[in-house]
């Protein structure tokens, strides 16, 4: 049962990674911060409080008993996500998926490998 439910859940992963651009087709017209602000609202603000509380038994308690730094600290890591994700999608459309996934790719590995040695 549980290599099935892998199965399923890969297959979730995949349907809603490889559909992620698909809404983009129909914005072109669109400046890029009006389409990006609307997946953000949906991506940052609606859906992961939604989906906490669906699944989280006591979400709410748990977030209430968090100390203010570890708070700050998830917040600071979003703002840093937040930039790469505005970064990306910047990339994707002025150099198209391939060139700005192994752009991506290149600074992702360069950043990590420089981290450790600086930390």
Do not use: C, N
């Not at 570890?70 to 505005?86: C, E, M, N, P």
């Amino acid at each position: 049962m549980q290599a099935i439910l892998g199965v399923i859940f890969h297959f979730i992963g995949g349907f809603a990674s490889g559909s992620f651009y698909m809404p983009y087709k129909k914005v072109k017209g669109w400046h890029w911060e009006s389409f990006w602000i609307v997946g953000g609202i949906f991506s940052w603000l609606i859906v992961p409080p939604l989906a906490a509380y669906l699944t989280i038994p006591g979400f709410a308690d748990i977030i209430k008993g968090a100390s203010s730094s570890t708070i700050g600290i998830a917040y600071l890591f979003g703002v840093l996500w937040g930039i790469g994700g505005l970064t990306y999608g910047l990339g994707v459309r002025y150099l198209g998926v391939s060139l700005a996934a192994v752009s991506s790719s290149f600074m992702h590995g360069f950043w990590r490998h420089y981290t450790f040695y600086i930390l």
